[in-house]
Each structure stands twice: as C-alpha cells, then as structure tokens.
C-alpha cells in the first residue's frame, strides 16, 4: 500500500484523514498514486493535475523522503521507501504571496 498524506483542503474536499493508502499496481511512479488516489477519490480530479493537460498545478508540490520531486518525470519510479509504505508520498500546496 501506498501511503499519501494531503494538505487540509483536499483532506477536506476528499472528507479523508491525514493519510490515505492506495493499492498501485505495477511500477510506483507520481503518475500511477495521482491515477490511483483519482479513481479512490475522484472529486480531487483536477485539483491536483490539470484536466486535460495531467500537468501538476502551479501550486501543489510533491515530496517523498525529504526530496522535492515536483518537477522530476511523472513517471519516474519512486523511492523505494513510498513503494513500500514505510514512507509517504506528500502533496504539498504551496503558498505564495508578499
């Protein structure tokens, strides 16, 4: 199972708890959790990624065993430590301003 923990308004949209886990078959990329945490929750469609394009919104962030992997490939493997559940895939929302 992987583990990903959400910030508090898609905790909220999703009505979940810090951490959800998600069954993903085959290789643990960024591409097949988000596909995963999708079809588990799908009012968090497009909240994440944009619609049509599967791009990461500009204000979300991923994180994974203390690394950014915000602009690595969506379908680059994941650390080994998310595919297993001892670490949890993070989606971060950024915040911006001045």
Same mark, same amino acid.
């Given at each position: 199972?992987?583990?990903?923990?959400?910030?508090?308004?898609?905790?909220?949209?999703?009505?979940?708890?810090?951490? +959800?886990?998600?069954?993903?078959? %085959?290789?643990?990329?960024?591409?097949? +959790?988000?596909?995963?945490?999708?079809?588990?929750?799908?009012?968090?469609?497009?909240?994440?990624? @944009?619609?049509?394009?599967?791009?990461?919104?500009?204000?979300?962030?991923?994180?994974?065993?203390?690394? @950014?992997? !915000?602009?690595? !490939? &969506?379908?680059? &493997?994941?650390? @080994? @430590? +998310?595919? !297993? %559940?001892?670490?949890?895939?993070? +989606?971060?929302?950024?915040?911006? %301003? %001045?």
């Amino acid at each position: 199972m992987i583990r990903v923990v959400l910030p508090h308004h898609l905790r909220t949209l999703a009505r979940v708890d810090r951490e +959800v886990a998600l069954d993903v078959k %085959g290789t643990v990329t960024q591409r097949a +959790v988000l596909d995963a945490l999708e079809t588990a929750y799908p009012m968090l469609r497009g909240t994440i990624r @944009d619609h049509t394009t599967r791009e990461r919104r500009a204000f979300i962030r991923f994180f994974a065993c203390e690394e @950014d992997l !915000s602009h690595e !490939s &969506p379908d680059a &493997p994941l650390p @080994d @430590d +998310v595919a !297993s %559940g001892k670490e949890p895939f993070l +989606v971060i929302g950024a915040i911006a %301003g %001045g």
